[in-house]
């Protein structure tokens, strides 16, 4: 599986590279993107694009991968799981947009792939993945209501153990 890399000018060049791939899919469909696209938006070479990555979808799997990644070993040290849900995901909002609207596939798949025990229980992956296609897609797209508020609104919808259930 590729990921971010350790060094710190090929992590700062994929960095660059999602940027750049984030402003033109503000323009145009991921199916209508090329590599030249993204040569042409970060200013970089060709080789420096397959240097970091395998193709375009690798990006985003790459980036959603580490921040996912990051949410759930962050997310052990809330005192509020749902909050922190809401206020860790706001600083992606760009990022759970694009996943959500345009290669969904990519986004279930890691979802799969950090679900532990409750990998083989495929309405588990469903709900989750639900979770972020359509809530967090929702408000992402809106860019109206504050975590504090997701977090209002969640709390009178679902009951605690749900809450934890979901955010497994």
Not at 2 to 27: C, H, M, T, W
Not at 38 to 62: G, H, M, P, Q, W
Not at 142 to 164: A, G, H, Q, V, W
Request: glycine fraction near 2%; hydrophobic fraction near 35%; include cysteine.
């Amino acid at each position: 599986m590729p990921e971010f890399k350790s060094n710190k000018k090929a992590f700062d060049s994929q960095v660059k590279i999602y940027k750049g791939l984030r402003q033109i899919l503000l323009r145009k469909p991921l199916s209508e993107v090329t590599v030249s696209d993204i040569k042409a938006e970060c200013n970089i070479s060709r080789s420096t694009f397959y240097r970091n990555y395998k193709n375009i979808l690798d990006i985003l799997d790459v980036t959603f991968d580490y921040y996912y990644h990051r949410y759930l070993n962050n997310r052990v040290n809330a005192s509020n799981q749902l909050k922190y849900f809401f206020e860790y995901w706001v600083n992606h909002r760009d990022l759970v947009y694009i996943m959500t609207n345009q290669c969904g596939y990519v986004l279930k798949n890691i979802i799969i792939k950090y679900a532990d025990i409750y990998a083989s229980n495929i309405f588990f992956i469903d709900i989750k993945y639900a979770l972020f296609t359509t809530v967090l897609s929702r408000w992402s797209e809106r860019k109206k209501e504050t975590p504090e508020e997701m977090y209002e609104i969640f709390s009178k919808i679902l009951d605690n153990k749900c809450i934890d259930y979901l955010l497994k």
